[in-house]
């Protein structure tokens, strides 16, 4: 259906609006198209720009001076104020560009615009802020482009849309950097290893010398791939789940008896075997001593009890060998998501013997062979999504109602009460499956170890620590069933209320504590060796590091991103600094390519040297410096009763002006600035710029932030820099915070910057009906504020606070624990703001 209705001569266009940078692209080329149509796009580019206003020109003869000479005509040329046609047109013109442009883009975007003249300045604004632009910028484009891969089974024509967007917006920010060619060859090598048998079979031989050939060839391409994936998509939706049996079937013997007699009835309920003289069965099919099955070699016994449930419904007569019968599952998700971490482990299972297992259909059996995990019971999933599909086993399709994650604690040691929480992700929701089940083949994939001896079964990690155990579950020749010595963690609520060893040493552990990378995160993306100096030094409360982790040596990419290739800058004076407001260091920083909510472009420090205290304060232009200064010297003067003696800076014209001079002359205080060229001998200010946009942009990195926010990312990166230790002359140093207050800090309500957070809706029109509670991005703390969490709103284009926030935490690092939602109480003070 066409996205455009052509009406009465008049063009009437729909289209997505612009939500962001994901769609900036699409959307550009899209209202280009429709501006260009409509006659606009000049007066958007500033071809056709205001025209100028009309000029009265007057001449003037005045009379013949005493000697009577005639002076030269005076000519005055006067600018008119009233717009002339030329300029009405104009103007309308303009408004009906920048109308189309406002129709066009959602709430957050109309935000940046709504105060824009023309449409000109609206169009500018829109591309520097949603168009990806600059050498970090096409870096990570270049790399999402050529390192990204096709997962098996995912949707084609969306991967070919996702490399064709990067594609373009490449080309945007450094024009013919890829070519057509580089696009269809990667695109190709991104397909996934499924595909080999295709991709060998392409010939990448181009001819550049014509380019109707070569453009023909890679649509062809293009062509190829789709169709491919058609025909793939087509046979796997006609395939069926496929299982192995081993054993003879003997309706289908029976139905082809070459013998003229009717077959015998397949009704054995009254059928009295001649060989042990029990219902049920031939003589031929008895495994007895003396029936045919066992003669045959097939000598398990076949008697069921009656009255007891049985799904062993699927075994056939006079079989030999073990039925086999794998669980594959066939619905929505296309691959298995592996987990990464440590702890967090990932199995599926398979079962067999069902006439055990449906009289313990609450235990969790491990074998080999299945394609998921299978849990029955919904209250043991901590995170759950609805899906749909089926699950092909012994007890035939079973519906898959959803897929969640399920945490265990198993046993670790046979003699005593130790246990480890496993987690296991995917796993599928199958409510009629007769037990559930966890995959030994799933856990030799992903690097685990599986020892069997005679009755045993021990999943170890690969480090060798155990991490299950399990036991034979029946004395079988061939093929086991192993349950696994475990139960499901409904709720965080129910693991700590159990009286045992594991609880107390374990659980609460990982409910109170976090990882060092969880707290590298907390803290701002700070280093691993000051992140350990805050913990060993003990210069901070409330900071419980978990037991159980990686340790020190985690990698972080947010920080690679961020903070790759920056320079030391040289080593500071050796003069020592004592008292607070002896010296005060501070520097600007900007302008920021994208403003901020509030429209800031720059930011400013003051560092006390003493100390090494910090705040940041945000401005729209550089002449508010001496304004923000004289804030920061009341700071001082009112909460340690301290006046500036020294103020250094470097050779800045916001910094050395008559204002300036005049203001530190009254108040007494030495303006120190540094050498021509030289702001390295402003080194602590430097260094701290360097820090605070370091740890924000890993921040955004991280939390995938809007840049726009890039000041509350600033603002806290500094508010967790004055609670980080401070290295002076190679000796670490308290905490700025403890320098400056006197008093250790509190890091035990920190929470990683740009984290979800859900904020009590305290609107006086929410119905009684209505969720209690919206989703937010946490963006700090404030104490200027009520003391309250500072979070922002998507699509509010505000940053507001609130006291009634909760976090749903779901730790990032390998401790394979549950997702605990806690409402955390009001944190302490904020400075930076």
């Not at 856990?443 to 170890?460: C, W």
């Not at 900007?590 to 040297?609: E, M, Q, W």
């Not at 505000?798 to 009634?804: G, K």
């Amino acid at each position: 259906m066409s996205d455009t209705n052509m009406s009465s001569g008049t063009s009437v266009y729909r289209i997505s609006p612009l939500h962001g940078t994901e769609n900036f692209n699409t959307w550009r080329i899209q209202i280009q198209d429709i501006l260009t149509d409509l006659d606009l796009m000049d007066y958007v580019t500033g071809v056709k720009k205001f025209p100028p206003y009309d000029i009265k020109t007057d001449i003037h003869t005045p009379p013949k001076d005493e000697n009577g000479k005639q002076p030269a005509d005076v000519i005055t040329h006067t600018t008119s104020t009233v717009m002339n046609e030329d300029q009405k047109t104009w103007s309308k013109a303009d408004r009906k560009a920048l109308s189309q442009i406002r129709l066009r883009v959602d709430a957050h975007a109309l935000t940046h615009i709504q105060s824009c003249d023309t449409s000109k300045a609206a169009w500018d604004l829109l591309t520097n802020t949603f168009q990806v632009q600059g050498t970090v910028g096409l870096i990570d484009l270049r790399r999402k482009f050529f390192s990204h891969r096709m997962a098996d089974g995912e949707d084609v024509e969306e991967h070919m849309r996702k490399m064709r967007d990067w594609f373009q917006q490449i080309n945007i920010i450094s024009p013919a950097a890829i070519t057509e060619v580089d696009w269809i060859t990667t695109l190709v090598a991104s397909l996934p290893d499924t595909w080999d048998a295709f991709t060998q079979s392409i010939d990448f031989n181009f001819d550049f010398s014509d380019t109707n050939l070569l453009s023909s060839k890679i649509s062809d391409l293009r062509a190829r791939i789709l169709a491919e994936a058609h025909r793939r998509h087509s046979r796997e939706g006609s395939s069926k789940a496929f299982y192995s049996n081993n054993r003879p079937n003997q309706s289908f013997s029976r139905t082809f008896n070459t013998n003229k007699q009717a077959p015998r009835s397949s009704d054995k309920s009254n059928t009295k075997c001649n060989n042990c003289g029990r219902l049920g069965h031939w003589a031929a099919e008895c495994r007895q001593p003396g029936g045919g099955a066992y003669k045959s070699g097939n000598n398990k016994p076949q008697y069921k009890p009656q009255g007891k449930p049985t799904y062993n419904r699927f075994k056939q007569p006079n079989n030999r060998g073990n039925n086999a019968r794998t669980h594959m599952a066939a619905d929505n998700k296309a691959s298995q998501k592996l987990p990464t971490s440590r702890d967090s482990f990932s199995f599926s299972a398979n079962d067999e013997d069902w006439v055990m297992i449906s009289r313990t259909n609450n235990c969790w059996i491990a074998d080999s062979g299945t394609t998921t995990h299978i849990a029955r019971d919904r209250s043991a999933f901590s995170d759950y999504e609805n899906t749909t599909g089926i699950v092909h086993g012994v007890t035939g399709k079973n519906a898959i109602l959803g897929r969640g994650t399920v945490t265990l604690r198993c046993k670790i040691d046979p003699n005593s009460t130790k246990y480890r929480n496993i987690t296991l992700r995917d796993v599928a929701h199958v409510p009629s499956c007769p037990t559930n089940l966890i995959s030994l083949s799933l856990a030799t994939e992903q690097g685990l170890d599986v020892s069997m001896t005679a009755n045993s079964l021990k999943i170890m990690s690969p480090t060798g620590d155990t991490i299950a155990l399990g036991q034979k579950t029946k004395d079988r020749s061939k093929g086991n069933l192993w349950q696994v010595l475990c139960e499901a963690i409904k709720s965080p609520s129910r693991v700590c209320s159990r009286n045992k060893t594991y609880e107390t040493e374990t659980v609460l552990t990982k409910l109170t504590g976090r990882t060092w990378l969880e707290w590298h995160k907390a803290l701002g993306h700070i280093g691993a060796k000051a992140l350990q100096n805050i913990k060993s030094m003990g210069i901070v409360n409330g900071m419980e590091v978990s037991e159980g982790n990686e340790g020190l040596e985690f990698e972080c990419e947010s920080c690679i991103k961020a903070k790759m290739h920056t320079k030391p800058f040289p080593k500071e004076s050796h003069t020592e600094v004592k008292d607070v407001g002896e010296l005060v260091v501070t520097d600007v920083w900007g302008p920021a390519r994208i403003a901020s909510i509030g429209r800031y472009l720059y930011y400013v420090s003051f560092t006390d040297v003493a100390t090494r205290f910090s705040t940041v304060s945000f401005i729209k232009h550089k002449d508010e410096t001496l304004n923000e200064y004289k804030n920061f010297e009341a700071f001082l003067n009112t909460q340690r009763n301290a006046k500036v003696r020294r103020v250094r800076f470097d050779n800045g014209g916001e910094f050395v002006n008559s204002a300036w001079k005049e203001h530190t002359a009254a108040k007494g205080t030495v303006l120190e600035t540094t050498a021509p060229y030289s702001s390295q001998q402003n080194g602590i200010a430097e260094r701290l710029n360097r820090t605070l946009l370091e740890r924000a942009r890993a921040m955004m990195f991280e939390a995938n932030a809007p840049q726009f926010l890039w000041n509350e990312a600033v603002a806290y990166a500094c508010y967790l820099k004055n609670r980080s230790p401070t290295q002076v002359k190679g000796v670490i140093q308290a905490t700025p915070f403890q320098q400056f207050w006197g008093k250790l800090p509190d890091v035990s309500l920190l929470r990683p910057w740009g984290a979800k957070c859900y904020v009590l809706d305290q609107a006086e029109k929410r119905s009684k009906l209505d969720p209690k509670a919206f989703q937010a991005i946490f963006t700090g703390i404030s104490d200027t504020q009520g003391k309250s969490w500072r979070y922002y709103k998507p699509g509010a284009m505000r940053i507001l606070h609130s006291r009634n926030v909760a976090f749903l935490r779901q730790d990032d690092a390998p401790s394979g624990e549950n997702e605990d939602e806690v409402l955390v109480p009001i944190a302490p003070p904020a400075e930076g703001r």
